[in-house]
């Protein structure tokens, strides 16, 4: 499995390597002159991109075993599945948050965000999630705002003008 | 030598209350994150970050460091309660520490490593503090084409981080200094990738990246392969009786420390080297009526704790003194200097000798006080073993969250931080080094700089100005036996393996 994704995965920044090589042409040069091109605003990153996209296509191109599809049994497939749905969900979390940070506030998106990751990653109860959820985020809004004088956002609450 | 006893000397007149203070907090939270498997120094160093943006450049430090040597250590003490190293570096006293404990010795076994890991430690913050002033004295006299040399050499290095394959290795820290590309070019003000971003021309930052690619992708990896607490973890304390291991093995001590520190100093090479290296360094001198080696040796555990520990000041010589971080963690410490606004390197000594001084007070400092420390903390860390998993990883998220946001109230650092989670996820998926990735993208900027003066000054004859820089010359050289190791390391094995299977 290893093998095979870190060939795709070459395969992938080799891909980057060359849309980033692309966008490396489109610098616009029109207010430079007189540089040299190995070291201009094109000619540094895109010696980059040329290495990253020689070794990704050797990493890709290297032999390397791969298990056959289907040697895994059926358990060990869910297991990878179920784990890997609880790695997308914990992202879509994460973005969720981060759209909802500044506009509902820190008290309101944070806690709920926190019970999402304790039940995501082996919490078994939601009562004991919550009470932990809500007392962390309490203890870390406390420590920024009195301790480091840092103001999180506020939110629809308001919560900075009651402390 | 005077010189040297003249600034051991001075340096107690560096640190203030709030030092102590911050030293004790970085080397307690050490050595309970060390403890833990899954989160080690790195993701604490990591975590805290954030919080030293609002301190003055000594205090960051102080806490940035303590969270280094107490996370060095901590990692024994998970090794030996439950047969589990908190850090990769613990695997080395994993084989004797773990079967001492079996055998009813697991408090001499948790003294033992604490008491090599203050012996380490304290020897590699005195050799630190006599080396870094005369290696940075001569990189004083460094031009631009030695310092994109040394920067070379620091990313050539990378290779070695990546276990099996220093190709990607290499990648990752080409990638690094990709990213260290976007915004403004530094020379010419030109636009690069920035799509017409306004937060892009500033160019990407290093804490997103940093807590993304190690906090949030750990948590990921942790979320999809959950690590069980541990109930059955049984209580040690501290034992008087492993004092004697200091009259009885003092050599082993020495030899250890020394190692660590050597190991530390070679960038790229790390903890988990030294403390093999010392570990087999240790094995010819079994003392008689000993365990053997990986039965439970006492001598195993001081070996690997002694080394591992000793690598941290190591490491922190290139960094400060050449701006090498030879470490992922140190490269870390060198952006958190670098958020203070203090770029490390030999111009440090001359623009901040303060800072220095007071980093090599508060590391001297935080070596001395991990054996009180360590031996108090022995008993809390059964306490830390049993956390579930979720409460950690709800903490992890939480710090990362607000640390990030908090230095710049930007909620596209928050996504960005999120994308290189995802980013770094996919890659350690992938079995990439994403170490590499941190490691380029803070020598970014010096290399580019560097490298682009050198060109302008050696006005169009690159290679004829070169061959007038003999330095550059020998690390370039330095540089190509870096890049051809990985590959005449390879084929020696292969050549093994063919032999062996013959």
């Keep these: ?163 | 030598m005077p010189d040297f006893i003249e600034a051991l000397g001075s340096l107690y007149q560096l640190i203030g209350v709030a030092q102590l203070v911050f030293v004790t907090i970085g080397l307690a939270t050490g050595i309970l994150i060390g403890a833990l498997p899954g989160v080690g120094p790195m993701l604490g160093v990591i975590m805290a970050i954030p919080f030293t943006y609002y301190m003055d450049p000594i205090s960051s430090m102080a806490l940035l460091i303590g969270i280094y040597q107490g996370g060095s250590f901590g990692g024994a003490l998970s090794a030996t309660v439950v047969g589990m190293p908190g850090t990769p570096m613990a695997a080395a006293t994993l084989l004797d520490a773990h079967p001492m404990a079996l055998r009813g010795r697991a408090s001499e076994a948790a003294t033992l490593s604490t008491i090599g890991s203050a012996f380490g430690g304290v020897t590699s913050a005195l050799v630190l503090i006599a080396i870094a002033p005369l290696l940075a004295q001569i990189a004083l006299k460094f031009g631009p084409a030695e310092t994109a040399a040394f920067a070379l050499l620091g990313l050539t290095t990378l290779g070695a981080l990546s276990s099996g394959s220093p190709l990607k290795g290499w990648m990752m820290g080409l990638f690094g200094l990709f990213l260290a590309t976007i915004g403004l070019d530094p020379v010419t003000g030109v636009s690069r990738y920035t799509f017409g971003s306004v937060y892009l021309d500033s160019g990407l930052t290093l804490i997103p990246i940093l807590v993304g690619l190690f906090g949030i992708s750990e948590v990921l990896m942790q979320v999809e392969r959950p690590i069980r607490a541990h109930d059955h973890a049984s209580g040690v304390a501290a034992s008087i009786a492993a004092f004697r291991s200091l009259i009885a093995r003092p050599i082993n001590y020495v030899r250890s420390s020394v190692t660590g520190v050597f190991v530390g100093i070679l960038p790229g090479i790390g903890g988990v080297t030294a403390s093999f290296l010392s570990y087999r360094l240790a094995m010819p001198f079994r003392k008689h009526g000993d365990p053997n080696f990986g039965e439970g040796n006492p001598d195993g555990v001081i070996a690997s704790e002694a080394a591992n520990s000793a690598v941290t000041g190591g490491a922190l010589i290139p960094m400060l003194a050449l701006s090498i971080p030879g470490d992922p963690i140190v490269a870390v410490l060198m952006g958190g200097l670098m958020l203070q606004g203090i770029t490390p390197g030999p111009r440090m000594f001359l623009d901040h000798p303060d800072v220095v001084q007071g980093i090599f007070a508060v590391f001297l400092i935080g070596a001395a006080m991990l054996l009180p420390l360590g031996l108090v903390f022995i008993r809390g860390v059964v306490g830390v073993l049993r956390l579930p998993q979720w409460s950690i990883l709800a903490a992890v998220v939480m710090i990362s969250l607000v640390g990030t946001y908090a230095i710049s109230r930007q909620i596209l650092d928050l996504v960005v931080m999120i994308l290189f989670g995802a980013i770094g996820y996919l890659l350690r998926k992938a079995d990439y080094p994403v170490a590499p990735i941190v490691i380029g993208f803070v020598l970014g900027p010096i290399f580019e700089a560097n490298y682009r003066r050198t060109w302008l000054i050696s006005q169009g004859d690159f290679l004829g100005y070169l061959a007038t820089r003999p330095i550059t010359l020998v690390v370039l050289v330095g540089v190509m036996l870096a890049l051809a190791f990985p590959f005449f390391q390879g084929l020696t094995s292969r050549r093994r393996t063919t032999s062996k299977s013959a």
Excluded: K
């Excluded at chain 1, 490396?24 to 605003?41: A, E, K, M, Q, W």
């Design chain 1, 1 to 163: 499995m290893t093998a095979r994704a870190e060939r795709i995965a070459a395969l992938v920044i080799a891909a980057l390597a060359l849309v980033g090589l692309y966008l490396t042409s489109r610098i616009d040069l029109s207010l430079t002159s007189n540089l040299n091109v190995l070291t201009g605003p094109r000619g540094y990153p895109g010696l980059i991109l040329g290495g990253i996209l020689i070794l990704a296509l050797i990493v890709a191109a290297r032999p390397g075993s791969f298990p056959a599809i289907g040697s895994a049994s059926s358990e060990t497939i869910d297991q990878h599945r179920g784990g890997r749905l609880r790695v997308g969900l914990v992202l879509a979390a994460l973005v969720l948050f981060a759209l909802a940070f500044e506009p509902l506030g820190y008290i309101l998106a944070m806690p709920p965000l926190l019970v999402a990751i304790a039940m995501l990653s082996g919490a078994q109860r939601w009562q004991s999630a919550a009470l932990v959820s809500v007392l962390m985020a309490l203890i870390c809004l406390l420590a920024f705002r009195f301790g480091l004088d840092t103001v999180l956002p506020e939110g629809v609450l308001g919560i900075d003008l009651i402390l």
